[in-house]
């Protein structure tokens, strides 16, 4: 079904290798699973937020640098939900609390997808192919939806609870692993597999990678590039949300510029990745996260630039990205 | 004489003359125009935000690259104050050191940066310099021991600059010429110059070369100028006047901390000052940056009056409420983009012809 033979092993062979070494340095096995699994986690995360931007900009040459503000917008409308069924939330049922992780989870994609329409109509159809213009544009965008997120929900921090099987660890061996990076991990590779999926085996799939390839050749062939677009935008945005919701729950208390926090990981995910890799982005965010965990571990001090030392390492290296897409 | 100082790069509009005369007699007299602490503050900011609206206008209006990393440059040189002046102590030796060593750490980050991520695409570079921007801001909030932290830095300036020197016996004009109002000339000298400079840059050849490149620079390229360098060179120049404006911030406040220089909050100032005003013409950062200054100053007085008298209708008061300022000007600035892409100053121009 998938042709193995096709694909880099490189990146793939970078991770484990990276989590291999750490193992060693690390010395203790069952700290090792904790930083492991949480660094899994947290990639998870931002790939799931950063999977649209690359795609985006690599189909239309669209950078959002507003991305940020979908994932604020999904975490808040979430807020919709988690606040009037609090109750779901504290009862101590597995099917309880994920029928409200998943209902607040329909919602913000539902509403940071028809954002994502409305923002793409009008913010961003303008300014088509003015790299300068779209910067600016959604840079301005960015600040007026989070000044609204402040006008419609306040100012200050709000705090939300985690719903009350997904709290405390597991126990494995001697290592604790939340069980909220389970669920993180789980729900990250469960988009990932939908998205390679998506884009390997539907026919819709297959025009979106080929207009990534060469836009002006799909659209030779008469597909409307720009349907195609509006579509990957609004799923982007979605996804966004997704992500979102997953931030909020994991950093519990929602603050406006909490989106815009991710945006610099995200940007250097996208970067490593190969702009326009959907499977570089999922490398580049896993790495990413690894190797700040790891070193934040081990050398604390470094960890604080450990991210820009990683894409000045990959790109001195990889200059085009983990996974080249042609033409760029 | 004064198409000279400008570079030959006149106003071009009897409007625009007028208002930037009114800003340049108002922030020349403001200690004795408009007395008090709080309005000589706003003065200086002013003053300082100019140059590094201007120093921004000169990669974005000029090069046409955006850099996130501007607030960086601008907080080396407030720490290179800083550092100094709570190192070795409040005299014009350290003063001195501490301005080469942030000029030549500008520089190198500078030319660093613009080598890496220059030669690809103007998007590269500003998702780049955002990056390393966010991780120097980091740094600085994280390494205490040398930059204070969160809490930041307060030192003593030298003698001259402090509120209790007395440069006469006597008031001027019924103004005392303290330590503080001393400093005001020295931030607006500074300032003034500094500006002048970068009008002198952007008229030079050199400016023009930046100009093609920002039209067209497959075209540039094509006519044998290497596109990299350039870019890099306008890079390096307009950090030196950010670190530069970062000095002076730091010499008339005082103080340093990460959220009065590193904080993307400010960048954001920055764009919507020269975004606002005009890009491409230095003379819309003067305008962005004393309409910002004043807005951010004194907007938020309207705004609470005008939310007091809309309390009964929904919503109004909240999108009204003083802190929400951001929120219009941040409309402004998208519309700003749309509708006049050459800013207040290219409308002050255009209407001119017109007429």
Known sequence: MIDFKQIDWVPPGLIVGMALIALPLVGDPAAWLTLTVAALAMGMMIFVMSSGLTLVFGLMDVINFGHGVFISIGAYVALLVFVPLAAWGAADSLTLNLALVGLAILVSMTATGALGYAFEQVVIRPVYGQHLKQILITTGGLIVVEQLIHALWGANPIPLRLPETLRGSFLIGDAAVERFRVFAIVLGLAVFAAMYIGLNRTRIG??????????????????DIRKIFIGVFVAGSALA???????ALYRQILVASMG??????????????????????????????????YTGFLVPKLALVSNILLMLAILVWRPQGLYPVARR | MIARLLSGDLPRSHALTVVLVIVLVSLAGAPFLFPGSQSLNVAAKICVFIVLAASYDLLLGYTGIVSFAHTMFYGIGGYGIAIAMHGIGANWGAMGVGIALALLVSLILAVVIGLFSLRVRAIFFAMITLAVASAFAVLASQ????????????????????????LFEQPVLGVSITGRILTYYI????????????????????????????????RAEALGYRVVVYRTVASVLSAGMATLAGV??????????????????????????VVI?????????????????????????????????????PLLPQLLHPDRWLLWLGILFVLSVYFFPTGIVGRLRSGRLKA
């Not at chain 1, 207009?211 to 002006?216: D, L, M, Q, W």
């Not at chain 2, 932290?149 to 003593?156: K, L, Q, T």
């Open chain 2, 187 to 218: 931030v607006f000298t500074s300032s003034l110059l500094l500006f002048l400079a970068a009008l002198r840059i952007v008229n030079s050849p050199f400016g023009r070369v930046l100009q093609a490149i920002r039209e067209n620079e497959f």
């Open chain 2, 277 to 313: 005003g005009g890009m491409g013409t230095l003379y819309g950062a003067v305008l962005g940056a004393t309409i910002f200054i004043l807005a951010q100053n004194y907007l938020q007085v309207v705004m609470g009056k005008l939310s007091a008298a809309t309390s009964g209708i």
């Open chain 2, 248 to 273: 002076l911030m730091a010499l008339w406040l005082r103080y340093t901390g990460p959220d009065t220089t590193l904080s993307f909050a400010i960048m954001i100032d920055i764009l919507l000052m």
């Open chain 1, 260 to 293: 815009m926090e991710m945006m610099v990981l995200i940007f250097i995910a996208i970067i490593i990745g190969g702009l326009g890799s959907v499977g570089g982005c999922f490398a580049g965010s896993i790495l990413l996260a690894l190797l700040a965990n």
């Open chain 2, 143 to 166: 390494l205490r021991d040398i930059t204070g932290g969160e809490d930041g830095r307060s030192y003593s300036v030298p003698a001259m600059f402090r509120p209790s020197f007395r």
């Open chain 1, 206 to 223: 297959l025009l979106i990678r080929a207009g990534v390839e060469n836009r002006e050749m799909v659209e030779a062939l008469g597909y």
């Open chain 1, 241 to 247: 949300g997704l992500g979102g919701v997953l931030w």
